[in-house]
């Protein structure tokens, strides 16, 4: 199975983490987010991918490679950032006769894709949202099919979401599909978009039904990112044994390997990677990147990126009567 991996936004929501890496090599639960996303299509049958790159792709294809070397993969660059219709229309030289996934790269849900092994029809991943202005929404008709697919609707029209996993019986009629949205000049916001293409598969009399997912993680932000470290670990439990010195650990955690914790407690949701040092501090629900150090802190909810160093000093505080103070 061939799947169409749309990574070329530059992450300004997750910025500075993405100032040096792309979003998708951010790390959570263990490993970066495509990491869990290629394990997932895993059980679908992926064993090609194709990843559209833009701000930093190099990095991308070269950890793919490294991480996944049984993994056919390939790429092509995305120099205009003009729609996911644009981004997964580049792939249509790479796309054989049969049927194609489309998987975005900063998706994770709870669901077993296996669902999709020899699956011949279009399929789309669905959840139902609160705010269905923000997404794609499936209307759907009392059996369950797709009827309509529209992009950020304005006005109330269901609250099924796409979640960014696809399933196209041919991956050359996407391809047409994504082409014709250039053809006719169908932008949605400006953009070029996938749900448009979708629709316009569906009117030409395609068939598209939907499935809907147990739950969606999102890793747009630090603040969801960290939501999501959360969830997975809690799931799938922690990982890893550092190297411990007059310390605990409270679980879930996952530790890379060469992790020191001295004189510390860590945890519940804490994920630490290569390397890291940490010493005399307080740490839960924190994402801990590679080489990283952290000494004489009381650190929640946060993210240290790749080799960063953050010592906390002693306070000496004198306060009067009636106080209200947060250090």
């Given at each position: 199975?061939?799947?169409?991996?749309?990574?070329?936004?530059?992450?300004?929501?997750?910025?500075?983490?993405?100032?040096?890496a792309p979003k998708p090599l951010l790390p959570v639960a263990g490993k970066?987010?495509?990491?869990?996303?290629?394990?997932?299509?895993?059980?679908?049958?992926?064993?090609?991918?194709?990843?559209?790159?833009?701000?930093?792709?190099?990095?991308?294809?070269?950890?793919?490679?490294?991480?996944?070397?049984?993994?056919?993969?390939?790429?092509?660059?995305?120099?205009?950032?003009?729609?996911?219709?644009?981004?997964?229309?580049?792939?249509?030289?790479?796309?054989?006769?049969?049927?194609?996934?489309?998987?975005?790269?900063?998706?994770?849900?709870?669901?077993?894709?296996?669902?999709?092994?020899?699956?011949?029809?279009?399929?789309?991943?669905?959840?139902?949202?609160?705010?269905?202005?923000?997404?794609?929404?499936?209307?759907?008709?009392?059996?369950?099919?797709?009827?309509?697919?529209?992009?950020?609707?304005?006005?109330?029209?269901?609250?099924?979401?796409?979640?960014?996993?696809?399933?196209?019986?041919?991956?050359?009629?996407?391809?047409?599909?994504?082409?014709?949205?250039?053809?006719?000049?169908?932008?949605?916001?400006?953009?070029?978009?996938?749900?448009?293409?979708?629709?316009?598969?569906?009117?030409?009399?395609?068939?598209?039904?939907?499935?809907?997912?147990?739950?969606?993680?999102?890793?747009?932000?630090?603040?969801?990112?960290?939501?999501?470290?959360?969830?997975?670990?809690?799931?799938?439990?922690?990982?890893?044994?550092?190297?411990?010195?007059?310390?605990?650990?409270?679980?879930?955690?996952?530790?890379?390997?060469?992790v020191r914790v001295l004189n510390s407690v860590v945890g519940p949701h804490?994920?630490?990677?290569?390397?890291?040092?940490?010493?005399?501090?307080?740490?839960?629900?924190?994402?801990?990147g590679n080489g990283s150090r952290l000494s004489g802190g009381f650190l929640?909810?946060?993210?240290?990126?790749?080799?960063?160093?953050?010592?906390?000093?002693?306070?000496?505080?004198?306060?009067?009567?009636?106080?209200?103070?947060?250090?």
């Amino acid at each position: 199975m061939h799947c169409i991996i749309p990574a070329a936004g530059m992450g300004t929501r997750m910025r500075p983490h993405t100032w040096s890496a792309p979003k998708p090599l951010l790390p959570v639960a263990g490993k970066p987010i495509l990491g869990h996303l290629i394990d997932s299509l895993a059980e679908a049958g992926v064993d090609r991918v194709t990843l559209i790159t833009g701000y930093l792709g190099d990095m991308l294809v070269e950890w793919t490679r490294k991480a996944y070397p049984g993994l056919r993969v390939d790429f092509v660059r995305q120099e205009n950032a003009d729609g996911l219709g644009a981004a997964v229309g580049l792939a249509r030289g790479m796309v054989e006769d049969g049927p194609v996934m489309v998987a975005l790269s900063d998706t994770l849900v709870a669901s077993d894709l296996g669902i999709l092994r020899g699956c011949g029809g279009n399929m789309l991943a669905v959840c139902p949202v609160a705010n269905p202005e923000r997404f794609g929404i499936v209307v759907t008709d009392e059996s369950g099919r797709v009827r309509r697919l529209v992009e950020k609707p304005s006005e109330p029209v269901g609250n099924l979401a796409i979640v960014g996993i696809y399933h196209f019986a041919s991956g050359p009629a996407l391809m047409e599909a994504c082409a014709r949205l250039k053809t006719l000049g169908i932008r949605t916001r400006g953009e070029y978009q996938l749900t448009d293409a979708m629709q316009l598969m569906l009117s030409d009399g395609a068939v598209f039904s939907t499935w809907t997912v147990d739950e969606w993680f999102d890793c747009g932000t630090t603040a969801t990112l960290l939501a999501t470290n959360r969830a997975l670990l809690d799931a799938r439990g922690g990982e890893g044994e550092p190297e411990l010195e007059n310390s605990i650990v409270v679980p879930p955690c996952a530790f890379a390997a060469g992790v020191r914790v001295l004189n510390s407690v860590v945890g519940p949701h804490v994920s630490v990677g290569e390397g890291v040092e940490i010493r005399d501090s307080v740490v839960r629900n924190c994402i801990l990147g590679n080489g990283s150090r952290l000494s004489g802190g009381f650190l929640t909810g946060s993210m240290l990126g790749a080799g960063a160093s953050l010592v906390c000093r002693e306070r000496t505080l004198s306060a009067g009567d009636d106080c209200d103070i947060q250090v």
